[in-house]
């Protein structure tokens, strides 16, 4: 193949493709390769697997991790598909609330960690203080600090930093569908709810697949709320998977171990991606 | 009577839906204002009563924020800048040339994109190391690279895409050559693409977490959300100052998302449409 | 002014052939129509004309000079767009001058060349506008104003009217005419629009599936269509086709499926019993008393009047057959009426394979 054959494209993305495959490809070969061996580069097998695996952490971790993606993805989901769907309808300053909607989404993810930090203060904090005086507790709660409430709190904090985003796919889905097919159905006789049940969610529905996929990854890959709150505790109650290879990697220096934890992980999210790709590629097509 | 009804019917969820999205934004503002003595108060103060600019003098002349705040700013500019030099080639080739690999390619940069950060913070930290690039602006533009670039890229593809073919064909009969018609024809009638790619990589690099965790431990060199977090200690945290912090880090981004409104959902949807 | 010579052209797309060996000639100063249905390879041709798509084998020469890998701006080429692709961000006088510009043309030389050509098509006021504030027409003489600027060996035209309204096609058809003869440019002018070959064609080539049906000026390829394709896509209304064989005791006769006989006298060379088609332009055909000789019957189905004329569309021999009427009619639907044509404005097609002229 001389050089005049080469698609003047291949040198158009040449560049992109080779500093991608030096922060993306090389370090992921070379997360492998730590990944079986030891400290000293000696080759370990799958020791550093077992040893990841077999730490009396990593059932609760497990589960952490799914409890905090679940949580956070449905109540995204829940809370964007209302608000897109209010969105849509016709009223006075419609305009302005669609712009304060998007506020979280904006906001820079540490800074809304913080913020609710402040807001969920066992003592101090606003949330205790509004639901003592309306009555949904009898005294404040350490929201933070309880190992019964720390989960709850921090997707509360996830689904709220992230619905915007939700709605505002959920809006576009939505108006894309042609103003005739609502006249129509209510011409059949349909009220609002047989509206939202017949037509838009059905219409929703590819958007809802994909959105749903790309949530659950930025739901995994959720260190900076979580360990800007709490750090993993109290007592590894909100550590997640992710938290975990950062805990080791750089408080506990054990790189072979934070390795290993990195594959799993990724082959855990590689299935993830793939299945999203795949969405992404079958609505590309139409 | 009917329309009465509705609009009541839709006022109270969006007075709701209000104020769930407002309120931990507007309690942050006021809080930032508020003295040290009303901040911890029992029941809690709903308005600052003299508003003050206590925390921000902390922040400004007692903390290491307005350090961290130039830092974010060299990085975040660095990084999107970088980006948007390779981006701007490498979305033109995917969206004018087709050629062998060129969706396996595609493909290589949407993974590039959704990958998360955990997965190669450790072999980035050893790489950095070995080059000593740990703690200096380069090794954090670079790094951040894996999040501008890929975004970038596959957002100007689609820009490049919307430009018709018909008017490349015109400018090669007249003579141009291949980057003459890049930079003469395509990428002013890109401009748009241009200005939300960059907001959205000067975004995604001001906010970034993990890899300023990482990879930025010297005071010299720490960004501003890792100082942010650095103020809220597990004993002791000046509230007022995380606040009035938080309030100046938001500041260029409301800023943008102010001024460029429109822009910056339509590259949102861009952005996130196509991954 | 330049020869351009296709040699055995082909372009293949993988396993696709858009092209098959493609031969033709467009003389100096000649104005060559290429024509067909869309897919036929005729905006491919000329796209490879420009340089714009590789030539996959066979050659093309400017002047007896191969051009195959010399680069379009090498060509001495200008091209006018089906969307006219004016660059948006260009005034006119500034997407007028594009070209010299890149070609290093001092700028003195640049203004001379924009005035000339903006006077010629009157777009003198225009010069300081954006595309966007023009309109269809305008757009369309300033993509022309671009390509006569260069003062190029070769003007090309993929489809330039299809976008413009019927009305403005008609009056820049006319200034297309008028422009290509008072600069006398070799031209090749695609379109699927066969009326516009016509008017403005000296040589009309049809294409379809990548080959050359026929090509010649375009009254020969309406009065002698060499097959039936060309038949058909030449003339509107369309030709009329009968299936049918030649038969007949005595006299040959031309013996419709339905089994109307229609007397040929006067064409010798056709064998009776053979199978043919029976081809008979709208305009040959004529509505006669029932005694005329030689006239076959037919009921009237249709008639649509658009003033100076009137197609009206009957149904005989088993098919439907249109008659263009001069005079106003005052014929019903579902009157019976006689037909005839003269013997020798009739066309004979085989009636199978490609359905080539029988050469008679």
Not at chain 1, 99 to 123: C, E, K, N, Q, Y
Not at chain 1, 153 to 180: D, H, R, T, Y
Not at chain 2, 31 to 53: E, R, V
Request: charged share 15%; glycine share 8%; with cysteine.
């Amino acid at each position: 193949m001389t050089m005049r054959n080469i698609s003047p494209g291949v040198w158009f993305i040449l560049p992109t493709m080779l500093l991608l495959a030096a922060l993306i490809v090389y370090p992921m070969l070379s997360t492998a390769e730590l990944s079986v061996t030891d400290a000293n580069g000696a080759f370990a097998g799958m020791r550093n697997f077992n040893v990841a695996i077999s730490a009396p952490s990593t059932r609760l971790i497990l589960f952490n991790t799914a409890y905090y993606v679940i949580g956070s993805v449905v109540f995204q989901l829940l809370l964007g598909i209302l608000a897109g769907i209010l969105l849509n309808q016709h009223f006075a300053g419609r305009a302005l609330v669609r712009s304060l909607m998007l506020i979280p989404w904006v906001v820079p993810g540490i800074v809304a960690a913080m913020t609710w930090a402040w807001m969920f203060h066992t003592d101090y904090g606003i949330i205790n203080y509004i639901m003592t005086q309306v009555g949904v507790i009898s005294e404040p709660i350490g929201w933070l600090t309880n190992p019964n409430t720390v989960m709850p709190a921090l997707i509360a904090v996830n689904a709220w930093k992230m619905f915007p985003f939700v709605a505002v796919m959920v809006l576009a889905g939505l108006q894309s569908v042609p103003e005739e097919l609502y006249e129509a159905v209510r011409v059949d006789g349909a009220n609002f709810w047989h509206e939202i049940w017949h037509i838009m969610l059905p219409q929703l529905r590819p958007v809802l697949v994909s959105i749903t996929l790309l949530l659950t990854i930025w739901a995994l890959d959720g260190i900076t709320i979580i360990y800007s709150i709490t750090g993993g505790g109290p007592a590894n109650r909100s550590m997640i998977f992710p938290i975990q290879i950062y805990v080791q990697a750089f408080e506990y220096f054990e790189f072979n171990r934070a390795a290993a934890l990195s594959v799993l992980y990724f082959l855990f999210l590689s299935v993830i991606i793939v299945l999203y790709m795949r969405v992404f590629a079958a609505q590309e097509k139409d | 009577m009917r329309d009465r009804r509705r609009t009541l019917l839709i006022s109270l969820p969006v007075a709701i839906l209000v104020i769930v999205a407002v309120f931990p934004f507007l309690w942050m503002a006021v809080s930032a204002f508020k003295p040290l003595a009303q901040l911890y108060t029992i029941p809690p103060q709903w308005l600052p009563d003299p508003p003050t600019l206590e925390n921000f003098k902390n922040v400004v002349f007692q903390s290491n924020i307005p350090r961290y705040f130039i830092n974010s700013l060299i990085i975040s500019i660095g990084s999107t800048f970088l980006a948007l030099v390779f981006a701007i080639f490498a979305a033109y080739g995917f969206a004018r040339f087709d050629f062998r690999g060129r969706s396996a390619a595609l493909a290589f940069v949407l993974i590039g994109q959704l990958l998360p950060t955990a997965t190669v913070i450790v072999p980035l930290y050893i790489v950095l190391n070995y080059l000593g690039l740990i703690n200096t602006y380069l090794g954090l533009i670079l790094v951040y690279l894996i999040l501008t670039l890929p975004l970038s890229v596959w957002m100007l593809t689609g820009y490049f895409r919307g430009i018709p073919k018909e008017l490349e064909d015109a400018a090669i009969i007249d003579g141009a050559s291949q980057l003459g018609v890049l930079f003469r024809i395509s990428l002013p009638l890109v401009t748009p693409g241009i200005i939300a790619v960059t907001l959205y990589s000067f975004v995604a690099t001001w906010n970034e977490f993990v890899f300023a965790l990482s990879f930025a431990t010297e005071k010299e060199m720490k960004t501003l959300p890792i100082g942010l977090a650095e103020f809220s200690t597990e004993f002791d945290t000046d509230w007022g100052a995380v606040m009035a912090a938080s309030f100046v880090m938001t500041l260029p981004i409301a800023l943008i998302f102010l001024v460029m409104q429109r822009m910056f959902v339509g590259g949102l949807m861009s952005g996130a449409t196509k991954g | 002014m330049a020869q351009v010579a296709l040699n055995g052209l082909v372009k293949r797309y993988g396993a696709y052939q858009a092209l098959h060996e493609v031969d033709m000639t467009v003389e100096d100063g000649e104005f060559v129509v290429l024509v067909g249905p869309s897919g036929c390879g005729k905006s491919t041709l000329l796209r490879m004309i420009a340089g714009l798509e590789e030539i996959s084998d066979g050659t093309i020469s400017i002047d007896g000079r191969i051009v195959n890998t010399v680069r379009p701006k090498e060509r001495d080429i200008a091209m006018v767009f089906q969307s006219y692709a004016l660059y948006p961000h260009m005034t006119v006088r500034k997407n007028m001058s594009f070209a010299l510009k890149l070609a290093g043309t001092a700028q003195s030389e640049i203004d001379k060349a924009v005035e000339r050509a903006a006077s010629i098509l009157g777009l003198e006021p225009l010069l300081d506008r954006k595309p966007k504030q023009l309109s269809g027409g305008q757009r369309q003489r300033v993509a022309m104003g671009r390509a006569i600027v260069r003062n190029p060996r070769v003007f090309l035209f993929d489809e330039p009217l299809s976008n413009l309204d019927a009305k403005l096609r008609v009056q820049m058809r006319a200034e297309i005419k008028e422009l290509h003869q008072r600069l006398g440019a070799t031209t090749v002018y695609v379109t699927h629009d066969q009326i516009e070959a016509m008017t403005m064609a000296d040589k009309i080539v049809v294409m379809r599936d990548g080959h050359i049906e026929q090509m010649g000026h375009p009254l020969d390829l309406y009065d002698r269509p060499a097959n039936r394709f060309v038949a058909g896509f030449i003339g509107s209304p369309a030709m009329n086709f009968i299936d049918g064989r030649i038969d007949g005791s005595g006299t040959t006769c031309f013996v419709a499926s339905d089994g109307t006989t229609i007397p040929i006298s006067g064409r010798p060379g056709l064998s009776k019993g053979v199978e043919t088609v029976l081809a008979i332009r709208p305009e040959d055909l004529t509505i006669v008393p029932e005694n005329h000789s030689g006239a076959f019957p037919a009921l009237v189905s249709v008639v649509e009047s658009t003033g100076p004329e009137t197609i009206v569309i009957l149904a005989s021999c088993g098919t439907r057959l249109s008659v263009v009427v001069k005079e106003r009619s005052h014929l019903k639907i579902g009157e019976k009426v006689w037909l005839h044509a003269e013997p020798e404005k009739m066309h004979f097609f085989e009636s199978t394979g490609d359905g080539c002229r029988m050469n008679i």
